[in-house]
């Protein structure tokens, strides 16, 4: 199994920057992907961004070229680097880990959240 921990802890200001991360532990290695989501009140969750196993990221087209997603060599951590935030970017984050089952198909692991306010 896969635990993923959020230590939290998102306020900024509009316009400002504010950098998340969530930390990895358990049998990391099955781990093929690991993404950001983040969900506004009264709305669904929604796929920031990822990134693999060899660098390579993607991002919605909503937070292209203000977000930038990260991680360590091992996948230990990865993180958030939210810039020029907006109001509208208050929400919940989860950042998840897409798992490789020898059964076949994929299980998503998921962190428990942190909450980030944008004062204004």
């Known amino acids: 199994q896969v635990h993923l921990v959020e230590p939290g802890g998102g306020l900024g200001q509009a316009g400002g920057s504010l950098r998340l991360s969530c930390a990895a532990s358990g049998s990391t290695f099955s781990i093929n992907a690991r993404g950001w989501y983040g969900q506004a009140p009264g709305k669904q969750r929604e796929l920031v961004g990822s990134i693999t196993g060899g660098g390579s990221t993607s991002y919605a087209d909503t937070v292209k070229g203000r977000i930038t997603i990260s991680s360590d060599n091992a996948w230990n951590t990865v993180y958030l680097q939210m810039n020029s935030l907006k109001p509208d970017g208050a929400a919940v984050y989860f950042c998840?880990?897409?798992?490789?089952?020898?059964?076949?198909?994929?299980?998503?692991?998921w962190g428990q959240g942190t909450q980030v306010t944008v004062s204004s």
């Open positions: 998840n880990a897409a798992l490789g089952r020898t059964s076949g198909g994929w299980k998503n692991t």
